[in-house]
């Protein structure tokens, strides 16, 4: 961990560096600061960009306090709620010959399972997720297309599920969409957010005041949705 000041603030940050050709900075829902870096990129420009952009850091720190303290992480055994499109539901465990995962009156019901068995209890909740993941996110990605007056140039070349630990989506140079599976249990209006976020970096790849002009022309209640998902995800 290393740290700068701004002003009378310290800012704390973590240093990554990639095979990659641009600096980025993210601030996680923790708080922390990650700065993403080419493995070429000298110290004094990892510094200059993170104090060029410290009033951004120092608001979404801020931003992100009101979330705090976050929700334990989820269990995987019976009783434990999990989330799916924003709502919850218990963990319900039985016996079986089949190991598979379904949805039944307000529960998520898992079979073949033993019922201390939390390994394999997570090992197929989370492959459950995935598979829906994979087909909510597919519908989402159709409909949300069609807020654009072009939508083909703004249909990305693929899309990918990738867990993330600092965002929920991005969008490649390529236009390769990767959307994080955990998104799956967040819902369906904050998902349509995250998607059209990125399907916006189609046209404007960076944050500029541009890119957020195009993102409140297409989805102006952005904002709500945002503060919605950080509220339900937190």
């Keep these: 961990m290393s740290s700068i000041n701004y002003g009378s603030t310290t800012i704390d940050y973590r240093l990554e560096r990639q095979p990659r050709v641009t600096l980025a900075i993210t601030v996680e829902p923790s708080g922390d600061v990650l700065a993403v870096a080419p493995e070429t990129a000298g110290l004094h420009e990892v510094e200059a960009l993170i104090r060029k952009r410290a009033r951004w850091i120092i608001r979404q720190q801020e931003y992100f306090t009101q979330f705090t303290p976050r929700t334990p992480p989820r269990r995987f055994i019976a009783g434990e709620t999990h989330k799916y499109l924003g709502r919850q539901y218990r963990l319900r465990i039985e016996p079986g010959e089949i190991r598979q995962v379904r949805m039944t009156r307000g529960f998520i019901l898992v079979s ?13 909740v989370t492959n459950w997720y995935r598979e829906r993941a994979q087909v909510q996110f597919e519908q989402r990605l159709k409909s949300n297309l069609s807020r654009f007056a072009n939508p083909e140039e703004h249909r990305p070349t693929s899309l990918r599920l990738q867990r993330m630990t600092t965002c929920w989506g991005s969008m490649s140079p390529g236009g390769r969409l990767l959307l994080n599976p955990d998104l799956v249990q967040a819902p369906a209006d904050t998902i349509d957010y995250v998607i059209t976020h990125e399907l916006c970096h189609r046209a404007i790849p960076n944050h500029s005041r541009a890119f957020y002009g195009l993102q409140t022309q297409v989805l102006p209640d952005w904002e709500t949705r945002k503060l919605r998902l950080e509220r339900a995800m937190a």
């Design 112 to 124: 073949g399972a033993e019922f201390d068995d939390t390994s394999t209890t997570e090992q197929l």
